[in-house]
């Protein structure tokens, strides 16, 4: 636990739009505890098996987040609860989510995960993918589904500018989304991007949303 970063990161995010995702994957729910003492109410897990084992042993009031990939045959167990899905990538996935909210009576806020970055192994949409995905949404609409915005994980690497490059591209890409599909639509405002690493530049590129872990985790 490192609470002076992570008193460090709130304090830099007052003067920013951008809200912070304890990314809490491989964290005993101790540690989400003091984290959640702290005042923290966001988390963001990566994988389903280790939300659905956590989510019963903390508090009500914690806002998950799943952020990790995302397997159509596990919806099910995370739909009851989960606040939102950072990471879905295709029609199939988001047509899975719709109908395991309707069966929970819930509405899910998505986000649509983008391909940004150079390494070929990192899920996501890339443009065309995207507007295909959107054009099949406005004729077949997904009342149980809101989507609030697009997702991104840069190329891992030293090579900062890069990073700064491929954020400023999402943000670019999620101009041109809001534009073309979602002008009237006040609830599509999220760009979530920037991790430990590179956070600060995501701000600096306009992020909504950083997804930070071993900042606020390690000693
Ligand atoms: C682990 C993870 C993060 C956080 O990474 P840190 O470098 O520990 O801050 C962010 N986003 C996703 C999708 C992750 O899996």
Redesign the pocket.
Known sequence: MNLQNYTQICKELQNSSAQLVA?S?MRSVQQIKTMYEAGQRVF?E?RVQELTEKQPQLPNDIQWHL??HLQRNKVKYIAPFVSMI??VDSWGLLEEIHKRAEKAERVIDCLLQIHIAQESSKFGLNELELNELLDKLAQNPLPHIRLVGLMG?ATFTDNLDEVRLEFRYLKKLFDKTKQKYFEDNDSFKEISMG???DYKIAIEEGSTMI?????I?NQ
């Open positions: 990314v994957k963001g990566n952020i990790g950072h990471s994980m991790m430990s690493g997804r930070v872990g071993s900042l985790f």
